[in-house]
């Protein structure tokens, strides 16, 4: 039996910003279901490889969605053929209020209120409040709300727990594990407790180049690799009272 198709397929990603390269030579597939993670340190390339995905910068490459190239399209192009992005910075509209950011980002005739609605309960008791007010958490389920509004085939979603709280991890972390039952994700995650509980396979990047990939627990639980690569011990995370243990 052949492998399934990957959703995403990067072979020989190069990047550049401003004339300097930043991705040099990534590759790597993301299967149709489930999560796959971007590892790597600060500044190795992470959120340069997605915006090179979505031709948010200068890219070079063969990337092709569900088989189909996409590197030749523009931005536009690609999110109308299914491509989602939650952004690093998560840039809701804080003069708007959470119903308006939603609005704004319902690209198809029947958008997925109910699924946001389901998934994000607190946005609906907060959904006349201006999203500048909101704590960053909640921000950040707006940001993932607006990506899941639309039908799309894959999200890119960089670095949803960044900055958080504990708690609020947690929570962002259940929303992703929610969502990536409906949508494929690809995820830039530096939290490597969020990335052992959420990610099924992980591509490691180091220089701009992709140095490792594998299933994510695999890689976790190779001291070693993470120490090198991820520059941390990954401590072995305690079950969730609410899962089983594997
Ligand atoms: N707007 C820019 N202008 C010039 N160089 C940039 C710009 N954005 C990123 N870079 C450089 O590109 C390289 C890759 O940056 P990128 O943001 O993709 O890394 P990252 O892995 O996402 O890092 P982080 O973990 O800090 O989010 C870095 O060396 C960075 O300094
Ligand atoms: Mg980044």
């Known amino acids: 039996m052949s492998a399934p198709e990957p959703i995403l397929s990067v072979k020989g990603l190069r990047c550049t ?11 790597f597939d993301v299967p149709a279901t489930g999560i796959t993670a971007v590892l790597g ?16 910068i ?6 092709r969605l569900a088989g189909e190239r996409i590197d030749g399209l ?36 029947n958008p997925r209120r109910d699924l946001v609605a389901h998934l994000f309960p607190d946005l609906v008791a ?20 607006r990506a899941l509004m639309n039908d799309n085939r894959l999200l890119l979603v960089d670095e949803p727990t960044k900055g958080l709280a504990p708690k609020i991890v ?4 259940d929303a992703l594990a929610a969502a990536s039952k409906t949508v494929p994700i690809l995820l830039v995650e530096q939290n490597l407790e969020v ?12 220089g701009g180049r992709v140095v490792h990939t594998g ?5 976790l639980d190779d001291e070693e690799l993470t120490r090198r690569l991820l520059g941390v011990h990954a401590e072995p995370a305690a079950p969730r009272p609410s899962e089983p243990a594997a």
């Open 58 to 63: 200068h890219r070079r490459g063969d990337v």
């Open 195 to 206: 990335v052992r509980r959420l990610a099924d396979d992980a591509v490691v990047i180091a």
């Open 17 to 27: 910003i401003a004339g300097q390269q930043v991705v040099e030579d990534v590759s």
């Open 215 to 219: 299933r994510a627990r695999e890689i």
């Open 74 to 109: 523009a931005t536009h192009r690609i999110v109308r053929r299914g491509v989602g992005y939650v952004p690093e910075d998560r840039e809701v509209f804080s003069q708007l209020t959470v119903a308006e950011n939603l609005a704004l980002a319902e690209r198809q005739k």
């Open 126 to 145: 907060r959904r006349d409040q201006r999203a500048g007010t909101l704590s960053g958490g909640q921000q950040q389920m707006v940001s993932v709300a």
């Open 170 to 173: 947690a929570e962002v972390a």
């Open 41 to 56: 340190r600060n500044g190795v390339g992470k959120t340069s490889t997605l915006r090179g995905i979505l031709g948010l």
